[in-house]
């Protein structure tokens, strides 16, 4: 019977200790997935904040290349004006009012152009652009949109002395 009580109180003992020790180690697994988590979280907040400001890179780099490329378009456009004002000058009257009137149609869109540039430039400046991979679609669609209104207004202006040649 001692032997019994010893054995018993030997399987308890090691039960209890045995119990307790996967307690603390259940412990102490929670709370080093709960660290593991938090640092997943703060890893992921980084790299979601490293991927923003790798596009935001990016997408301004590009933006200043467009935006020195557009100012030169412009520049030139608004030399090509000036060189067609002097030969509207020299037309008869009637020609001198249509040409005159056809260019101003012509000026007023590359001033909505230029104006255009300058908004979203001050966008870039004042950093009201977000960031995000849509931000280089929607760059990409706004650059493609104002090549394509410069190459149609600058042809509207070489075709401007074509149409006054065929009359």
Do not use: P
Not at 39 to 65: F, H, S
């Amino acid at each position: 019977m001692k032997t019994k009580i010893v054995y018993l109180i030997t399987t308890i003992f090691l039960a209890v200790i045995l119990l307790t020790s996967c307690g603390k180690k259940s412990k102490q697994d929670a709370t080093e997935v709960k660290e593991d988590v938090i640092e997943l979280n703060k890893d992921l907040t980084r790299g979601a904040m490293d991927t923003a400001e790798e596009i935001k890179i990016a997408v301004t780099q590009e933006w200043d290349k467009f935006k020195a490329s557009s100012e030169k378009a412009i520049e030139k456009t608004e030399e090509e004006i000036k060189k067609i004002r002097k030969k509207i000058s020299k037309a008869n009257k009637n020609e001198h009012e249509r040409l005159t009137q056809k260019l101003n149609e012509l000026e007023q869109r590359h001033i909505v152009l230029k104006d255009k540039l300058v908004v979203r430039t001050e966008k870039f400046k004042e950093n009201r652009i977000e960031f995000n991979e849509k931000a280089k679609n929607i760059e990409k669609e706004f650059e493609r949109e104002f090549n394509h209104d410069m190459k149609t207004l600058n042809q509207a202006l070489k075709d401007l002395f074509k149409d006054n040649m065929n009359n």
